[in-house]
Antibody
Framework: QVTLRESGPALVKPTQTLTLTCTFS??????????VSWIRQPPGKALEWLALIDWDDDKYYSTSLRTRLIISTDTSKNQVVLTMTNMDPVDTATYYC????????????WGQGTLVTVSS | DIQMTQSPSSVSASVGDRVTITCRASQGISSWLAWYQQKPGKAPKFLIYAASSLQSGVPSRFSGSGSGTDFTLTISSLQPEDFATYYC?????????FGGGTKVEIK
């Protein structure tokens, strides 16, 4: 069955770089159309899409965050990595990774999320 | 960017009530719209895709409609397990965007 799991630090300091890893199973990111996205949710607030990488290694980013984000994949390890630079307390959120069967398809499987707190 | 506006932001309803949530896109997105349900402390659950197609396993009391810029999610008879926050999301173009959410609360 399809599973995704996020991992990374629970606490980062302001100005530091955050690196999150999404480890997935039950599907291959090499399959035509397949995509993995990162989505975040500040406490008590709405969902915000951050970035997507597809089967062809095309990458798409949030307009407001694109200068701070890098998404990459290690297909041999079934992992997608998100790097976010210059972290700020407003970046405190639960970060999710999610799968979609194509860029225009919904997120049909989600990880459980990982809470990242930005504080000195 | 395409802005997604949901209304209302919250609604109080009783078990058995019919509840309708609206999602409006700032520009036309054809039928490239999905709906999600999120309960506290949990990841969102995908309910509806292509504006009106029910995901397998989702109860038939949930339905979606609309195209272009205006969409609705309807729960025909609210059940206790339906109290949650609902989000719309457009998949027409990048960047992908979500609505601000609608919290369905117990009256």
């Amino acid at each position: 069955q399809v599973t995704l799991r996020e991992s990374g630090p629970a606490l980062v300091k302001p100005t530091q770089t955050l690196t999150l890893t999404c480890t997935f199973s039950g599907f291959s990111l090499s399959t035509s159309g397949m995509c993995v996205s990162w989505i975040r949710q500040p406490p008590g607030k709405a969902l915000e899409w951050l970035a997507l990488i597809d089967w062809d290694d095309d990458k798409y980013y949030s307009t407001s965050l694109r200068t701070r984000l890098i998404i990459s994949t290690d297909t041999s390890k079934n992992q997608v990595v998100l790097t976010m630079t210059n972290m700020d307390p407003v970046d405190t959120a639960t970060y999710y990774c999610a799968r979609s069967r194509a860029a225009a398809q919904p997120f049909d499987y989600w990880g459980q999320g990982t809470l990242v707190t930005v504080s000195s | 960017d395409i802005q997604m506006t949901q209304s209302p932001s919250s609604v109080s309803a009783s078990v058995g009530d019919r509840v309708t949530i609206t999602c409006r896109a700032s520009q036309g997105i054809s039928s490239w719209l999905a709906w999600y349900q999120q309960k506290p402390g949990k990841a969102p659950k995908f309910l509806i895709y292509a504006a009106s197609s029910l995901q397998s396993g989702v109860p038939s009391r949930f339905s979606g409609s609309g195209s272009g810029t205006d969409f609705t999610l309807t729960i025909s008879s609210l059940q206790p397990e339906d109290f949650a926050t609902y989000y719309c999301q457009q998949a027409n173009s990048f960047p992908l965007t979500f609505g601000g959410g609608t919290k369905v609360e117990i009256k």
